[in-house]
């Protein structure tokens, strides 16, 4: 056991004052949303943070994908292995011209660097669940989806299910979608491209991460 | 060499354009601020239910400090202790030349600015580059963060676009804020892609899973704490919280109040450096807990609602003391009223002491903290303490005070002043200098209230008698 | 001593010591309107200050000993104590308590004081006889929020509800009505750099909305600002609410 620790515990421990119990677990009222109105709510709050939201049937992904890639002229494409129809997918697109290709995430973030951060147009990732009331994006990258598909590329897609609307953060936290303790390396909120409003806050969008974030909600 | 305080005071308020700057900022996040808290009630029980979770996690933090430890090293996240910024520092730098570092790409955060941290790699030859868009400005022009949530808010965007011409020779259109984040995204990715080691703070630390909450707009906080090798996090040991679930009452507590948003680009929670089988993410995740003054700060029953603060910003976009003079002008790491409260106990009153005179106790800061931070009280008792400690030395503000105290409790001889001043009201005083350098001095009446009552009452007493 | 006539209520006031010294006229004024809704007033002589100078420029102990015999002189009635200024009604209110030691007897009497003082204008808001005004022409006034009235004692909605009721009467704010005017006591004099520029800006911010009077019921911030407006050369508009009031009533007593 370090010095310091000891020396911080002691000081800690003094006890000099009396405690109070502070009751922070009341629940705040708490609005709840159904499916129609949580999805329109959190469409409208994506759309504030400048996110684009097509809301599609699930058979037309594959469509909407080679749409985005003919209108946007996005080339290099990145996806992982948790997206249901992404092999469809990838051949879809690879097929819309020679211009296009795919690179699957499938070898460690070392070997992949200088694709990842030179080559990549957009990314395409799943999404584990949506909050509704901030218009949030809930991603838990594993080794088959990592966590720089939604950060390096200029251009990140999100496949939602609409059925993983939820409407509020703190739903998410009572009862979240991972076992327990056992926390995944890395969960992310994501609510808009990356920003910043550092220089006389005025926004600019692509700070550092994805300058554009579509948003695919699939029934 | 530092200036004297109020010398520094004199040239802000004399900068009509950092004024400007200020004034402008300052009544913008203000406004943001209000709207996002539109619903005063909601508002209310929002700010209510986190004072109380974070007043409950300063009350227990030996045993949420000892989860949290446990916790991390259950995950693979190598925790150490720091008594003082001098301890982070060597443990910081111990780690980065265990990997040979020489480049480190560094996240927003207070603590490694109150740890001053990078003149401490550079000492050691390790380049340590700030990744937010406006820390890097303000390294850029080798200044300090003139604000805890935006760094760079005493400069405008034409004088960005001199500071990027002249330091990185690269010229953007005039007044294009994008042209100059993308030079700062070309400059940045490209150190992101070599950093050896990424530094970030943490907002929040959840004890009952060891996770690191990071909160951020810019992706920068994730860069740095994905990309490199090796992270290390630094935080102060307050920032500690029980488990997820008080989470969203603080996210949204902070980043309302911070810029008016509901939520941030990115809420980013680190439990383990990268798994096996895992493809990215560091292999390595170091959390370096820094008390410098904290504990004791924790034992001490009228200052410990310190440690609550979530480093929002909000009470010095509500200072009008800041407003006007800026972060730069205070001298100390954490500016505004957090800074004042924050500074003198953990450098003690010697050093920072001084900070406790910019206030006029106006209580806008007190009413804007998320967590019902008493500010004003806090300054108010900070000041007692410090004339507590210095109370051998006669000032002449000692003098003045001890003479005032002995007027005041007899009522006879305050009487007698009053009547001192009556008498000499024409006298054309030019003091005290403070008061006079912008208004004329008040007179005293002909006739104090209380010779006025008196006579007052005789004259009824006589009508009634007649 | 007999007495058949059905005795008023009695008040004590707090004239403050910055009106006893300067502004006299308004503590006069706040007796007459204290007297207009009816409450026989006490004004013990032994009353000196609140003690809110020393214990905002960090000396406690003379400001407890001031709390103490202020305390003592507030407490042989189990009256109201009203006192025309806000911030130091604060003091008494909600800084007295916190001086001494939980459970003592002090810190008992503090605590029933507290619980007795009230702000001038806030304690008359709903005592006047509104009725009994005298008509005026359309006028146009300034109020300044103070920021003890704003947040501390949380009576600036009262001022502005006591002027509403008055007829004819256009009432302004400035813009960052919300701010601190530049007094703060001490901090005029040892922060006087700041302070300036904060004095000067809310005067300008004042004089814009075109009022012809500044009114407030803090004569410490109407003081900071008076005396500004003076140094600037121009008439001091500045008037202590329960002064305007007075008028509005049409209660005269001798200068």
């Not at chain 2, 806090?378 to 002449?396: A, M």
């Not at chain 2, 001889?413 to 009201?425: E, G, N, P, S």
């Not at chain 3, 075109?210 to 008037?239: R, T, V, Y």
Request: with cysteine; net charge neutral.
């Amino acid at each position: 056991m370090s010095e310091a620790r000891k020396a911080i515990f002691a000081r800690l421990n003094q006890r000099k004052i009396s405690t109070k119990k502070h009751d922070f677990q009341a629940p705040l009222a708490t609005k709840h949303l159904n499916k129609t109105e949580a999805k329109k709510l959190l469409i409208e709050k994506l759309q504030e943070n400048r996110a684009e939201v097509y809301s599609i049937p699930s058979t037309s992904l594959t469509d909407t994908l080679t749409t985005i890639a003919t209108e946007k002229g996005y080339k290099t494409w990145l996806f992982g292995k948790n997206l249901s129809g992404a092999k469809t997918a990838s051949k879809a697109l690879e097929s819309v011209s020679n211009e296009i290709s795919v690179i699957q995430y499938d070898s460690d973030y070392e070997t992949l660097r200088e694709v990842l951060f030179h080559q990549v147009d957009v990314s395409v990732t799943s999404v584990k669940a949506a909050i509704a009331e901030t218009g949030t994006l809930l991603l838990i990258p594993d080794k088959n989806e990592p966590r720089m598909m939604s950060l390096i590329p200029p251009v990140h897609i999100a496949i939602l299910k609409q059925s993983d609307i939820v409407t509020s953060f703190q739903q998410v936290a009572d009862n979240p979608p991972w076992q327990g303790k056992n926390m995944p390396t890395n969960i992310l909120f994501i609510s808009s491209p990356s920003k910043t409003a550092d220089i006389q806050q005025t926004i600019a969008y692509g700070a550092h991460g994805p300058k554009e974030l579509i948003v695919l909600i699939v029934n | 060499m530092k200036t004297k305080f109020s010398k520094r005071i004199e040239l802000a308020l004399a900068d009509s354009q950092l004024r400007m700057n200020f004034r402008g900022a300052m009544d913008f996040l203000r406004n943001k601020r209000q709207l996002a808290f539109n619903d005063v009630e909601e508002w209310q029980a929002l700010r209510k239910k986190g004072a109380a979770i974070r007043q409950d996690a300063i009350q227990r933090l030996p045993e949420l400090l000892t989860q949290l430890e446990h916790q991390c090293q259950q995950n693979g996240i190598q925790v150490h202790w720091a008594e003082d910024g001098n301890e982070a520092n060597k443990i910081i730098l111990n780690i980065a030349q265990q990997h040979n570092a020489k480049q480190v790409i560094k996240g927003k955060s207070m603590a490694t600015e109150e740890i001053e941290l990078n003149d401490f790699l550079e000492k050691h030859e390790i380049d340590c580059i700030e990744s937010d868009m406006g820390e890097y400005i303000v390294q850029l022009d080798n200044e300090k963060p003139s604000h805890i949530i935006m760094p760079a808010i005493h400069k405008n965007t034409a004088q960005i676009t001199d500071l990027f011409e002249k330091k990185l020779g690269i010229s953007t259109p005039s007044g294009d804020v994008d042209a100059l984040i993308g030079v700062g995204r070309r400059i940045l990715r490209e150190r992101f892609e070599h950093a050896d080691i990424g530094i970030s703070g943490v907002n929040f630390a959840i004890a009952d899973t060891g996770t690191l909450c990071l909160v951020e707009n810019e992706g920068n906080g994730r860069l740095s704490t994905t990309a490199p090798p090796v992270h290390i996090a630094l935080m102060g040991i307050e920032k500690v919280i029980p488990n997820i679930q008080v989470l969203p009452t603080l996210q949204r507590l902070l980043t309302r109040s911070a810029t008016g948003q509901h939520i941030t680009s990115y809420l980013n929670l680190i439990s383990s450096p990268r798994k096996k089988g895992e493809l990215d993410g560091p292999k390595e995740v170091h959390l370096v807990l820094l008390d410098n003054g904290r504990a004791n700060i924790s034992q001490d029953e009228k200052l410990q609602s310190t440690l609550a603060c979530i480093r929002c910003g909000a009470c010095m976009n509500h200072c009008p003391v800041y407003t006007r003079i800026g972060g730069h002008a205070y001298g100390s790491t954490y500016p505004g009223p957090i800074g004042q409260v924050v500074m003198p106990q953990i450098k003690g009153f010697k050093q920072e002491g001084e900070l406790l005179d910019a206030c006029s106790l106006n209580g806008a800061c007190g009413e804007a903290c998320p967590v019902e931070i008493d500010l004003p009280e806090l300054i108010r008792t900070l000041r007692h303490r410090k004339q507590e400690s210095s109370s051998t030395c006669w000032s002449k503000e000692v003098f003045i005070w001890f003479v005032w105290t002995k007027i005041h409790l007899h009522p006879w001889l305050y009487r007698q002043a009053t009547l001192l001043m009556a008498v000499f009201r024409t006298l054309n005083l030019n003091y005290p200098k403070g008061w006079t350098r912008t208004r004329t001095m008040p007179k005293a009446a002909k006739m104090s209230l209380h010779r006025q009552v008196r006579e007052r009452s005789k004259t009824k007493k006589k009508k009634e008698n007649e | 001593m007999l007495n058949s006539l059905p005795e008023s209520p009695q008040v004590y006031l707090f004239g403050t010591c910055l009106i006893d010294t300067f502004y006299p006229k308004a503590g006069l004024d706040a007796i007459a309107l204290l007297e207009l809704a009816g409450y026989e007033v006490v004004f013990p002589q032994a009353q000196t200050c609140c003690g809110q100078p020393p214990y905002n420029s960090g000396f406690k102990a003379p400001a407890l000993k001031i709390a103490r015999q202020t305390i003592k002189l507030l407490s042989s009635k189990d009256i109201p104590v009203i006192v025309p200024s806000a911030s130091c009604a604060s003091m008494i209110k909600n800084h007295y308590p916190a001086l001494f030691q939980k459970d003592t007897s002090d810190a008992q009497l503090a605590h029933n004081l507290s619980l007795r003082t009230f702000e001038l204008i806030d304690f008359l808001a709903d005592k006047l006889p509104y009725g009994q005004q005298l008509s005026f022409p359309h006028c146009k006034v300034t109020l300044h929020q103070s920021c003890s009235a704003l947040r501390e004692m949380g009576v600036a909605s009262a001022w502005r509800a006591i002027l509403e009721k008055l007829n004819n009467l256009e009432i302004c704010f400035p813009e960052n009505k919300q701010e601190c005017c530049g007094f703060g006591g001490t901090f005029a004099v040892k922060s006087d750099a700041i302070s300036a520029v904060m004095t000067e800006d809310k005067c300008q911010n004042l004089m814009a909305t075109g009022g012809a009077s500044i009114l407030s019921g803090d004569m410490g911030c109407l003081m900071n600002i008076g005396e500004h407006i003076k140094f600037e050369g121009q008439a001091d508009p500045c008037l202590h609410l329960a002064s305007f009031l007075v008028k509005r009533f049409g209660l005269n007593h001798e200068d």
